[in-house]
């Protein structure tokens, strides 16, 4: 007698269903919404239109066909943009729900040891099956040279106002993973942190609703160079250094070389744009390069907070030690701390390169900007000769790993 395929089913299903809870949240939120901000009688009709559309996709009904092409051919302009509107942001939360359903299935993936296409353990498990081995991988990464390119057109219309706050969307769906998995039984904390997470939430929804989907104007070069530079800010300087430490781990003792830069033309182009000039290719590389120093000023505020070693509990090397004498950090509630006092040193040394090249201020000043780096191969010296044992623990692995990059 063949198995029942019933079991196999009920999984799926079961997998299915923290998306289908977070595609039904997002989805009952808009629908609030629009009844608050736009009266019963079009969330009504939005619900309608979506009633019959389901029936007519799931069923294969044709009276609900015929009666969604009636419905929307009798709708006025306004209700048309409003209904628009409403399917739209509809998709937008959807595919967020999608996205983190996504990533909340690796990790479960990965602990009952199935691999995932497109990561890199299933490319170098390949590679290894080929009689590669992790030394070749390693002398080939650094020959190698990867770089995707950023481009821009000037019909995109998706503003940043939505992006902003569609990513702040998503990151509550992650918070909403992370109390129900922290969460006791019987636990009378995990409603209450929920509901405050979805009262953000729908605060968020609310934003989007009244924000609009289109912009009334081009975007200009400098536009499109600010949007390109959103994405560097959320993704790339934090994913990127992550990519390496994976690689890092896989290889073992085997070196990984930065092979993977970032690339953009936006700005600089020469493909016929008369807005492409002089100015746009400088303001471009004045903001790239602010960018990356303020995200370094940023990793260096937080790797000092970190290293609060003292030199009377633990080692310190002769490299280290030679960092923090020069620093200009004289404190003496730090007197005994030289890797805060060499942190210090080194952001005074970028806050004065953001100066120089960009003509921007730090946001924090232990010690006045001073001595800017002339280049880039400056900002990381003694630590790289000094090797792994000159950041201690987490804070090198953690933090170091993205500035060395």
């Not at 030199?311 to 509630?333: G, I, K, Y």
Request: hydrophobic share 40%; proline share 5%; with cysteine.
């Amino acid at each position: 007698m063949p198995p029942s395929p019933q079991p196999p089913v009920r999984r799926a299903k079961d997998n299915e269903r923290p998306l289908l809870e977070d595609i039904r949240l997002l989805g009952r939120i808009l629908g609030d919404v629009i009844r608050e901000q736009e009266g019963v009688a079009v969330y009504e009709l939005v619900e309608r239109i979506r009633k019959l559309s389901v029936a007519f996709r799931r069923d294969a009904d044709r009276e609900a066909d015929r009666a969604l092409k009636s419905l929307l051919k009798s709708l006025s302009g306004d209700e048309a943009v409003r209904v628009i509107r409403a399917f739209t942001y509809f998709s937008h939360l959807a595919n967020l729900a999608e996205d983190r359903h996504h990533i909340r299935r690796r990790p479960v993936h990965e602990r009952a040891g199935d691999t995932q296409e497109g990561s890199v353990e299933v490319a170098l498990a390949r590679l290894r099956w080929a009689g590669i081995n992790a030394r070749t991988v390693s002398q080939t990464l650094a020959h190698a040279y990867l770089s995707p390119v950023l481009t821009a057109h000037p019909t995109e219309v998706q503003r940043k106002s939505i992006l902003d706050a569609e990513r702040d969307i998503a990151r509550m769906l992650t918070e909403r993973d992370e109390i129900r998995a922290r969460a006791l039984p019987r636990d009378t904390l995990a409603p209450k942190e929920l509901a405050a997470n979805e009262a953000q939430m729908r605060a968020r929804v609310q934003q989007l609703w009244q924000t609009r989907l289109l912009r009334f104007s081009k975007l200009t070069v400098h536009d499109e160079i600010e949007t390109a530079l959103s994405y560097y800010e959320a993704t790339f300087l934090r994913e990127i250094p992550k990519l390496y430490a994976q690689l890092e781990q896989e290889l073992g003792q085997h070196p990984v070389a930065s092979f993977l830069r970032m690339g953009q033309w936006i700005g600089g182009d020469r493909d016929g744009n008369p807005n492409v000039s002089a100015e746009t290719l400088e303001y471009a590389l004045r903001r790239q390069c602010e960018v990356a120093l303020r995200y370094y000023l940023t990793e260096l505020f937080w790797l000092g907070s970190e290293l609060s070693l003292s030199a009377m509990l633990v080692q310190v090397t002769p490299a280290m030690r030679a960092l923090a004498d020069a620093s200009p950090d004289t404190n003496e509630h730090r007197r005994d701390e030289p890797y805060r006092r060499a942190v210090t040193g080194m952001y005074s040394r970028l806050a004065a390169t953001l100066k120089a090249f960009t003509g921007g201020e730090a946001a924090r000043h232990a010690v006045p900007p001073q001595n800017p780096y002339l280049r880039a191969e400056e900002f990381w010296p003694t630590c790289a000769r000094s090797g792994t044992r000159c950041w201690p623990g987490t804070a090198r692995r953690w933090r170091s790993s993205g500035c060395a990059r």
